[in-house]
């Protein structure tokens, strides 16, 4: 009787951590400056899990991550220039944001949650997003790091 009871007990602590599971919480900094360039997301690409978080933190004052597309269905996200926020993301596929007042330095970032469903539309975002950065040496900073990493 003992044993069976601890039999379950084993059984049922075993279910309880997978239901309690709550996904990961990654690190996305807002930067002013790092060894990627200026006016930066680092990581600018970050592959996570579905229900996994991301914490967007701004280490230097004045970025916004606000989100540019996403895969059909999931919900556009805005920073609104606070110091830490994190964002739950619950549907597969690439996500594109920026940070408003230094879209035109390319500072934006790419987000792959599981799988690349929507890697073609995605492709097509970049290229929109592109068309709108100002400064030369950083025109092709998101379809690089698009074409280095989203397989
Ligand atoms: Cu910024």
């Keep these: ?7 379950y007990g084993i059984i049922f602590a075993f279910l309880l951590s997978g239901v309690s599971y709550a996904g990961e ?3 996305v900094k807002m930067l002013n400056m790092s060894d990627q360039g200026s006016m ?13 978080s991301i914490t967007f933190e701004m ?4 970025h916004n ?3 540019v597309a996403g895969p059909a269905g999931s919900v ?13 993301f619950d549907v597969n596929g690439l996500y594109l944001y920026m940070c408003s007042p230094h879209a035109m330095m390319a500072m934006a970032g790419i987000i792959q949650v ?3 469903n929507n890697k073609a539309e995605m492709a097509k975002e970049i290229e929109k997003f592109e068309a709108t950065v100002m400064v030369p040496n950083v025109k092709t900073r998101m379809s690089d790091i ?3 990493n989203v397989k």
């Design 1 to 7: 009787m003992i044993k069976t009871i601890k039999f």
């Design 25 to 27: 919480t990654h690190v």
């Design 40 to 52: 930066v997301f680092e990581p600018a690409f970050i592959k996570i899990n579905a229900g996994d």
């Design 59 to 62: 280490t230097d004052a004045g």
């Design 65 to 67: 991550a606000i989100t």
């Design 76 to 88: 556009p996200f805005n920073t609104q220039y606070k110091p830490s926020t994190t964002v739950k």
């Design 114 to 116: 599981s799988d690349t």
């Design 146 to 148: 698009f074409k280095a």
